[in-house]
């Protein structure tokens, strides 16, 4: 089990305002009902198996380029546990929030 953080930034956008690339982007999250997912103000929290996250976070990431985006800034954050269960509500807990 993993939690991986993503934040999708489109460049060259013309606009100061990327919502509209971010809800494509989280538009994804919507097809793939089985994926626990946290929006942030800067970035998505998913938790899953990784194999199956990374064609989602691909798939994320090409968003914006499907929209006329010509450069796609991508951060990701993977956190794979393999000692134990790892959950974002574990992670949370954990540091008392």
């Not at 090409?62 to 959950?87: I, N, Y």
Request: no cysteine.
């Amino acid at each position: 089990m993993a939690v991986v953080q993503i934040t999708v930034v489109p460049l060259g956008t013309g606009e100061p305002s990327l919502s509209a690339y971010v809800k494509q982007v989280l538009a994804v999250l919507d097809e793939h009902p089985e994926v626990k997912a946290h929006v942030g103000p800067n970035g998505t929290s998913l938790e899953g198996d990784l194999e199956e996250l990374w064609p989602l976070l691909r798939e994320m990431h090409e968003k914006p380029f499907a929209a006329g985006v010509q450069r796609v800034w991508t951060l990701l954050s993977v956190d794979d546990r393999r000692d134990r269960p790892l959950s974002i509500r574990g992670k949370l807990e954990a540091v008392g929030k």
